[in-house]
């Protein structure tokens, strides 16, 4: 048997390193005992004499060490020998990972999924509290993670929070931010983490403000946001209120008259947008679940490094519309839905006047993550570009495969540009349904940030009358389309 002790939970260097030798040595994956530095010695043999791998060399695909890589931080104590065991099978079937029904790629796969779940959770659940004041303010943070994700969390907090030292305290590992760089060291109990502080309140504002009860899914809430997270998130002492109020408010909402149709508009030339992709993503429909949790993981463009979470899209499977934005804000960004800031609010009251139930329309965004420059204390929103707006297309065909709405309203120009496949000018293909090669219609309007950036109030109350007036052009073509069917 080969006993093989590695520094650290997190060690795949060295992981690496024994698992080249012992397979360039021909040792089974049967006669190897992994180990931790630290964990009971007495379960082990002593350690013997490190492996020194003869002359030679063998090749493993490129995505398995990212594959590896990535598992490794998985808690399951079995990872290293199952890390091994791949590796060594290999070594004689260098497609392997590409059989996705093999038990012992299924598995990792699972495990590396699991692990990036969790950095998620992480980006978006830690909560600092700050120590110390002014000159010597520091933010501290408790949080408790299920796998080891620690070092692999923490380079996203120090892009997003460079300029405020900060620690983020585990009972793995603790990861720190003095201005520079990032230190790791070992883990602490919760008793060393401050529990309450003034951006506390901030927290608990901050959640009410973006809870709404007309949209309130409780099982959907529960899997965002799993209550494991909820005894270090301030805001968690909002969410029983918020959910007991709902019905209440929800109801005062419906009570309001819905407006009158508008006329019908005539129809214009197609324009075309397909290409092999979006047919491919017709035939191949997923459900929006599904479609999420695949979108948490998005790397197809640089924008999730610097944002907390992928911002998918939200609403009914069945709905009938599906409204596409530009990207998430800041708001959405740290809330994980779409328009739940200041654009949000002001669609949700140009989609009540033009008689068009929020509940009952699919919401998303043409770009994924929030796109964003830090200055001081504000991020300030950033327009994506071609190529991200086209690395993300992607989860807009999807969501539109797995939607099948009748028509789309693109908001804004990045939308609109992701939605016909091309530039299109608003002005000029504005407030019309325009029929796609695939079936569906698009009608274009402006993203409502655009009403709220006019700085004259005439000009802003003229131009959110023509907004609502073209989200009443969407509802009328529904109606008609229903009374054609
Ligand atoms: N702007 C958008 O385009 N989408 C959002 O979700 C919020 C603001």
Redesign the pocket.
């Known amino acids: 048997m080969n006993f093989i002790t590695l520094d650290s939970e997190t060690d795949f260097d060295g992981w690496r390193k024994a698992a080249r030798a012992l397979a360039l040595n021909d040792v089974k994956p049967s006669n190897v005992t992994w180990r931790v530095a630290g964990d009971a010695p007495e379960l082990f043999e002593p350690t013997a004499a490190p492996l020194e791998p003869p002359p030679g060399t063998f090749n493993v695909p490129a995505k398995f060490v990212e594959l590896a890589e990535i598992a490794i931080l998985h808690r399951n104590p079995e990872r290293f020998a199952l890390l091994y065991r791949l590796l060594w099978r290999l070594r004689s079937n260098h497609d392997l990972l590409d059989i996705a029904t093999d038990p012992d790629v299924a598995e990792v796969a699972a495990m590396a999924k699991a692990v990036r779940r969790e950095e998620h959770k992480m980006h978006a659940f830690v909560r600092f509290r700050e120590v110390g004041r002014e000159q010597t303010s520091h933010f501290v943070a408790w949080f408790e993670p299920e796998h080891h994700i620690v070092e692999l969390a923490a380079p996203f907090f120090a892009r997003r929070f460079a300029d405020m030292p900060w620690s983020i305290l585990t009972p793995d590992a603790c990861a720190h931010w003095d201005g520079h760089a990032v230190s790791i060291t070992p883990g602490v109990s919760q008793s060393e983490a401050p529990t309450a502080d003034r951006l506390e309140e901030t927290w608990r504002r901050y959640y009410a403000s973006i809870f709404n009860p007309a949209r309130l899914k409780v099982l959907a809430m529960h899997k965002e946001m799993p209550r494991k997270y909820w005894r270090n998130l301030p805001e968690a002492s909002m969410i029983k209120p918020l959910i007991e109020d709902a019905g209440r408010t929800a109801s005062a909402m419906i009570a309001n008259p819905a407006t009158e149709p508008h006329k019908p508009q005539k129809r214009l030339e197609p324009a075309k947008v397909n290409d092999q992709a979006s047919e491919m993503a017709r035939k191949h429909a997923d459900d929006i679940e599904t479609l999420r949790e695949e979108a948490a993981g998005c790397r197809a463009c640089p924008l999730w490094k610097d944002a907390t979470q992928t911002?998918f899209g939200e609403g009914q499977q069945t709905a009938r519309i599906m409204l596409v934005?530009?990207?998430?804000?800041d708001k959405?960004d740290l809330a994980g839905k779409?328009?739940v800031?200041p654009?949000?609010q002001m669609l949700d009251r140009a989609l009540e006047e033009a008689g068009i139930d929020r509940r009952k329309v699919y919401v998303t965004?043409a770009v994924k993550h929030f796109k964003f420059v830090p200055r001081g204390k504000i991020r300030l929103h950033q327009k994506p570009n071609t190529p991200e707006i086209k690395a993300c297309r992607q989860w807009y065909e999807r969501e539109l495969a797995a939607i099948k709405p009748d028509l789309v309203v693109a908001?804004?120009a990045t939308a609109a540009q992701s939605v016909f496949g091309k530039i299109t000018p608003i002005n000029k293909n504005r407030g019309r349904p325009i029929d796609l090669d695939d079936g569906t219609r698009a009608l274009v309007t402006v993203?409502p940030?655009y009403l709220l950036r006019l700085p004259d109030a005439d000009a802003k109350a003229r131009e959110y009358r023509r907004f609502v007036e073209d989200l009443k052009i969407a509802a009328d073509a529904l109606r008609k389309s229903a009374r054609a069917a």
Do not use: L
């Open positions: 911002v934005g530009e990207q998430p804000g959405e779409p328009f800031g654009a949000g965004n908001m804004g993203h940030s």
